[in-house]
């Protein structure tokens, strides 16, 4: 099982990033996928999701409006287009699967989990 996210780097305020998270087909094809992300000295935290299919999205309230969870059906790779970035966006993001198909943002529902990729965004 494995799960590698890509993408991660350093912008400036108002910048862009794109975050792409590939998966074995085995484990991710009919799994929801969520993004999550973890500041130093803070918890990790729900950042998106998505359900199997990517009919069905869920995001954090500060990232409403810049950001878009993706994925096509039948895809193994979920995507986090990461628009209008702030620096409090700075953060090593994860993405993950989940247990079910179903859309959820509760880090207990995810059973596999991908290396991290670092967002820096400086003022």
């Known amino acids: 099982v494995q799960l590698q996210a890509f993408g991660g780097g350093s912008v400036q305020t108002g910048g862009f990033l794109r975050l792409s998270c590939a998966g074995s087909?085995?484990?991710?094809?009919?799994?929801?996928m969520g993004w999550f992300r973890q500041a130093p000295g803070k918890e990790r935290e729900f950042v998106a999701a998505v359900n199997w299919d990517g009919s069905t999205t869920n995001y954090q309230d500060s990232v409403k409006g810049r950001f878009t969870i993706s994925r096509q059906k039948g895809s193994s790779t979920v995507y986090l287009q990461m628009n209008s970035l702030k620096p409090e966006d700075t953060a090593v993001y994860y993405c993950a699967a989940a247990r079910s198909s179903f859309l959820v943002s509760s880090r207990s529902q995810y059973q596999y989990w991908g290396n991290g990729t670092l967002v820096t965004v400086s003022s």
């Open positions: 087909r085995r484990t991710t094809t009919n799994n929801g």
